[in-house]
């Protein structure tokens, strides 16, 4: 049975684990081997981990099963705005994918978006990432395009995608 929880500093190598194994199956065919460990290095070196873990104003919810993370939600609510939780991460290991685990991983980001006063989940995802299918499944709509420059001559190719939290219990 998954178990969801709240990060701590001593998850931060199991977090790191799960992106080290799933960015490369993830985006094989979205982006090259260059700009994956670029945005791996970026995003997820130990000590970026640790402080989103630390920051107050977010959250890293991982899936476990027997002890084993199999996936984790990096959150911030009230960003970018008010009234919206912004889901920052949400990977789960290539072997479990299809499983249930995402689906519960945002429902219950969802219950805590609420919780906060939050009406709206707000997320980005690559335009040609097979993950786009699995929110508009999950009911995110896409809202607009977005072209982020992140360094290096790489950028983000992005739909910003939006659920709306009304009536979700």
């Known amino acids: 049975m998954i178990h969801i929880r709240l990060a701590e500093k001593k998850d931060v190598p199991s977090i790191w684990e799960v992106a080290e194994k799933t960015w490369p199956v993830s985006y094989k065919h979205v982006i090259s081997p260059g700009q994956i460990r670029y945005m791996l290095d970026l995003m997820y070196n130990p000590e970026k981990i640790e402080a989103a873990i630390n920051d107050p104003s977010q959250a890293f919810w991982l899936a476990e099963e027997n002890g084993k993370v199999l996936g984790f939600c990096g959150i911030e609510h009230n960003y970018p705005e008010t009234g919206i939780t912004r889901i920052h991460k949400l990977y789960i290991l290539p072997e479990t994918q299809g499983s ?10 969802a219950k805590e978006a609420r919780k906060c006063g939050c009406t709206k989940l707000h997320l980005n995802v690559n335009k040609r990432n097979t993950a786009v299918g699995f929110y508009q499944k999950n009911g995110f709509l896409t809202d607009r395009e977005e072209v982020l420059d992140i360094g290096n001559g790489y950028v983000m190719d992005d ?4 659920k709306e939290l009304n009536g979700f219990l």
């Not at 249930?100 to 980001?109: A, P």
């Open 159 to 162: 739909f910003v995608m939006v």
């Open 100 to 109: 249930g685990i995402g689906k519960t991983l945002v429902d219950h980001v």
